[in-house]
């Protein structure tokens, strides 16, 4: 396992980041502890997670398997980096979603106890709060991190003025502030390139790519197709419709270099200069070690500019689109 620090802090993480949106819905439990040992057993020690996890009937259900997981022993808790979220909304009652100071405090406390563990090393923000001021949600965060109940704080969905307005706030509070930003990234979708990368490298905040894959579409999706493995629906089903020519040439490139897509589509972030470690979310053992093989997949300057032809990116804004 291949090992980097999380943005400009001293924590050390694995390039690949272990999420377990799945677990519960559509793996059970059973299955997510035994593809928890076998990420922990490869050196996979970052593993993200969310309060609402688990689906509208059962918000938390997720983290619960976490948390038992965790009670089994064996230093899993220990060798483990474990980042949750919040902001999505819990009940009904008003202050159980966003980010205000109560709801920061309340949250935090349900996910300690639903993870059976006494502190978080990320607490990342799931998405932008436009309605509470950056300073009280500071002084909540301040208070936790003197508690004790976490370490670091992350956000996830930020604009790149979002993460700007977060840290300015808090160098006026002599405080940290981010340390990571959590963004949809892929070949696919690379609106991030435009303002968020620029500011996360400029804040020194580590990008935590999620849907690497694009749901599935840049895994051998047509190929899958082809053989009845796989029938897509839906806004999947859109989205391949209006970008199949592209990933055609995308399967067949890989093809040529001797890889299955969804490796080079991964080996692609990897290679990307902000990104600290994608996130991957496995429903089996099988996707796991798929992702894990990854790592050991090399992109020359060829393979790249091939890549960016075939999924052409942004340049910083304002270059972008003007001189």
């Not at 009652?93 to 639903?114: G, T, V």
């Not at 208070?143 to 006026?172: C, D, M, P, T």
């Given at each position: 396992m291949q090992y980097t620090h999380l943005g400009r802090s001293g924590l050390k993480v694995s390039r690949l980041c272990l999420g377990t949106m799945n677990f519960g819905p559509h793996t059970d439990e059973p299955d997510a502890h035994k593809i928890m040992d076998a990420a922990s057993d490869a050196g996979v020690n970052f593993f993200d997670t969310a309060n609402v996890y688990g689906g509208a009937g059962h918000r938390g259900w997720t983290e619960e398997i976490i948390g038992r997981w965790f009670a089994g022993g064996g230093e899993r808790r220990e060798r483990t980096v474990l980042a949750t979220k919040l902001y999505g909304t819990m009940?009904?009652?008003?202050?159980?979603?966003?980010?205000?100071?109560?709801?920061?405090?309340?949250?935090?406390?349900?996910?300690?106890?639903?993870?059976?563990?006494?502190y978080i090393d990320v607490y990342q923000f799931h998405h932008v709060d436009r309605d509470t001021p950056w300073d009280e949600i500071w002084q909540a965060?301040?208070?936790?991190?003197?508690?004790?109940?976490?370490?670091?704080?992350?956000?996830?969905?930020?604009?790149?003025?979002?993460?700007?307005?977060?840290?300015?706030?808090?160098?006026?509070r002599n405080y940290t502030g981010l340390v990571s930003e959590q963004s949809i990234y892929n070949l696919l979708r690379r609106e991030v390139e435009l303002e968020v990368i620029p500011a996360a490298q400029q804040y020194g905040l580590g990008l935590i790519p999620w849907s690497p894959l694009q749901g599935g579409l840049l895994g051998g999706v047509l190929k899958k197709e082809i053989a009845g493995v796989r029938r897509t629906e839906g806004r999947a089903a859109e989205t391949l419709k209006s970008h199949r020519e592209q990933i055609q040439q995308f399967e067949d490139f890989a093809d040529e270099l001797g890889h299955e897509p969804g490796d080079i589509a991964l080996a692609w972030l990897l290679h990307q200069p902000a990104v600290t470690a994608p996130i991957v979310g496995p429903r089996t053992q099988e996707q796991l070690d798929a992702a894990i093989r990854a790592l050991n997949v090399t992109l020359d300057d060829a393979a790249l500019k091939k890549l960016d032809v075939i999924f052409p990116g942004h340049r910083p804004a304002p270059e972008d689109y003007a001189w």
């Open positions: 009940t009904d009652r008003p202050n159980e979603s966003k980010l205000s100071a109560l709801n920061i405090r309340r949250a935090l406390d349900s996910s300690l106890k639903r993870l059976q563990t006494d965060i301040e208070v936790a991190v003197q508690q004790g109940k976490i370490l670091y704080s992350g956000s996830s969905n930020f604009a790149g003025w979002h993460l700007a307005q977060a840290q300015e706030a808090a160098r006026r």
